[in-house]
């Protein structure tokens, strides 16, 4: 339970799904987490849970595909709560191409931007805010792909190729950033978050074929079995994994 004692760790897009559920298992591992997204309310009322469950949390508003909000979070969470040993790059920001409707020749560029500037260029800065803070005595970083683009599934072009730009950048940072000591990982996530269950009540008979096609049988609960993996692969344990990518998806999407 105290893996994390004493690390700050900042998660992106924590309101509610799987970036909630990070946020807790990185606190109940000890860290001091600050939860933030761009809903206000939505990662207060996550900070207070965590808080009531005994763990360290402290809420912060921020926009990703703000650069000058980044900027901002980073230097807020340094000065609240120390600097920063772990980012989880959780939140994509951006909706246009990201629900299964894109095909590629109907795809525009302005969809295509806007999530390329809510995903990889997000992460990118998130990543440049905190090198500073993590280059003298290391850091772990976790970005976040998807099956989708692992796997091109039809009619999310736009989401597709900006999760995978995100494989690039991890990669390329683990190589330039391991010789300070900075890991840097990608997970490919299937939860039962609030939109999968939205789509699942919309969507029966789809959702009951993606379960099909999962050898375990279930989408992922955001806590229990994606930020407790998360909340691994952050500790000192898994400390020479990097460049990697872990699916956590049940099973679906099996790599060499």
Not at 161 to 185: F, P
Request: with cysteine; charged share 15%.
């Amino acid at each position: 339970m105290d893996k994390l004692e004493g690390r700050v760790a900042i998660v992106t897009g924590a309101g509610q799904g799987i970036g909630a559920g990070t946020a807790h298992a990185l606190a109940a591992a000890g860290a001091r987490v600050a939860v933030s997204g761009r809903t206000l309310s939505k990662v207060e009322q996550v900070a207070a849970d965590i808080v009531a469950s005994g763990g360290q949390a402290r809420p912060y508003g921020c926009d990703v595909t703000d650069p000058e909000a980044i900027t901002a979070l980073v230097a807020d969470v340094v000065g609240d709560l120390g600097a920063p040993a772990i980012l989880i790059n959780n939140a994509q920001g951006g909706n246009d191409g990201a629900h299964g409707t894109s095909l590629v020749e109907a795809t525009s560029a302005d969809a295509a931007l806007e999530q390329y500037t809510g995903g990889p260029l997000a992460s990118l800065r998130c990543m440049q805010a905190v090198f500073p803070h993590m280059q003298a005595s290391g850091g772990r970083i976790v970005n976040f792909g998807s099956t989708t683009g692992v796997i091109g599934q039809r009619g999310f072009l736009p989401y597709s190729m900006a999760k995978e730009a995100i494989h690039a950048l991890t990669k390329t940072a683990a190589r330039e950033w391991g010789r300070y000591g900075i890991t840097v990982n990608t997970v490919c996530p299937a939860a039962l978050t609030p939109a999968a269950e939205e789509w699942a009540e919309q969507e029966p008979e789809k959702f009951a074929a993606v379960l099909a096609q999962t050898p375990l049988g279930r989408l992922g609960d955001p806590d229990r079995d994606i930020g407790r993996a998360i909340a691994m692969l952050v500790a000192d344990d898994m400390a020479y994994l990097t460049g990697a990518t872990l699916m956590l998806d049940g099973g679906t999407t099996l790599m060499r």
